[in-house]
């Protein structure tokens, strides 16, 4: 049986192609054709079995906090918003890489972040949510 986190990660894989859509997604799946960042954690936790808000904010404080040598896949990885909110959240899937919902004109995809000089200086934490 795989954890919460792989169930996550396999939910929002399965997302791949997907356009970003401000606002977008819902625990059942793409809401106007696709997914924001938030709403693809939203989404990917909710087949976990785990409720999340659709706000990045507020998902930087719906689970436990995970230094970076401790990540596993699932867990939400957060961007941006300088001493604010973070701006942009990711999922984890191991090998340094997440999958996200960039930005406007994107699709959901997998990017490398761990050795990328934009994502490692705007890198705020991770959490794991409770599942």
Same mark, same amino acid.
């Given at each position: 049986? !795989?954890?919460?986190?792989?169930?996550?990660?396999?939910?929002?894989?399965?997302?791949?192609?997907?356009?970003?859509?401000?606002?977008?997604?819902?625990?059942?799946?793409?809401?106007?054709?696709?997914?924001?960042?938030?709403?693809?954690? !939203?989404?990917?936790?909710?087949?976990?079995?785990?409720?999340?808000?659709?706000?990045?904010?507020?998902?930087?404080?719906?689970?436990?906090?995970?230094?970076?040598?401790? !990540?596993?896949?699932?867990?939400?990885?957060?961007?941006?918003?300088?001493?604010?909110?973070?701006?942009?959240?990711?999922?984890?899937?191991?090998?340094?890489?997440?999958?996200?919902?960039?930005?406007?004109?994107?699709?959901?995809?997998?990017?490398?972040?761990?050795?990328?000089?934009?994502?490692?200086?705007?890198?705020?934490?991770?959490?794991?949510?409770?599942?």
């Amino acid at each position: 049986m !795989l954890s919460p986190g792989r169930m996550a990660v396999a939910a929002a894989l399965r997302q791949i192609g997907k356009p970003y859509v401000w606002g977008g997604g819902s625990s059942a799946g793409p809401t106007r054709g696709g997914f924001d960042c938030s709403g693809l954690a !939203l989404h990917a936790w909710a087949r976990a079995g785990v409720r999340l808000t659709h706000y990045t904010g507020s998902q930087f404080r719906q689970g436990r906090r995970v230094p970076f040598s401790r !990540l596993r896949p699932g867990d939400l990885i957060f961007f941006g918003g300088g001493t604010g909110d973070p701006t942009h959240v990711g999922i984890y899937v191991g090998g340094g890489r997440m999958v996200h919902a960039p930005r406007r004109g994107d699709v959901v995809k997998t990017t490398s972040f761990a050795n990328s000089p934009y994502y490692r200086a705007r890198y705020r934490g991770a959490v794991r949510p409770a599942g």
